[in-house]
């Protein structure tokens, strides 16, 4: 069983930078693919970022490619999502999430992913 916890969430103006965390704990990913999501009140979680470990692929949703980035710890039990250039409409509860089976596709659905933290809170404020 892997314990995920999010951190780094925040209220911040729009042009702003936040940096989320993920640690596992109970066991490390495995190895295993990571993702992060994000939700609404009014939208359900919806795909954010992705990253393998083996191959380092990473895979991003439009509305935030090229603006955040997804990276991994080099200890295996921390994931982190850089996020630039931050807009109001990036305001949501970020949740991390983790496979425990690398089936070699983007991991861009919820389903693929066998834990989940709690998430943590990003405002952004025009």
């Known amino acids: 069983q892997v314990q995920l916890v999010e951190s780094g969430g925040g209220l911040v103006q729009a042009g702003g930078t936040l940096r989320l965390s993920c640690v596992a704990s109970?066991?490390?990913?495995?190895?295993?693919?990571v993702g992060w999501f994000r939700e609404t009140a009014t939208h359900w979680r919806e795909f954010v970022a992705s990253?393998?470990?083996?191959?380092?692929?990473?895979y991003y949703a439009d509305f935030v490619t090229g603006r955040f980035t997804i990276s991994r710890g080099s200890a295996d039990n921390t994931l982190y999502l850089e996020m630039n250039s931050l807009k109001p409409e990036d305001t949501a509860v970020y949740f991390c999430?983790?496979?425990?089976?690398?089936?070699?596709?983007?991991?861009?659905?919820?389903?693929?992913?066998?834990?989940w933290g709690q998430g943590t809170q990003v405002t952004v404020s025009t």
């Open positions: 109970g066991r490390t990913f495995g190895g295993k693919p």
């Open positions: 990253i393998t470990w083996n191959g380092g692929m990473t």
């Open positions: 999430g983790a496979a425990r089976y690398d089936s070699g596709s983007s991991f861009k659905l919820i389903y693929e992913y066998d834990y």
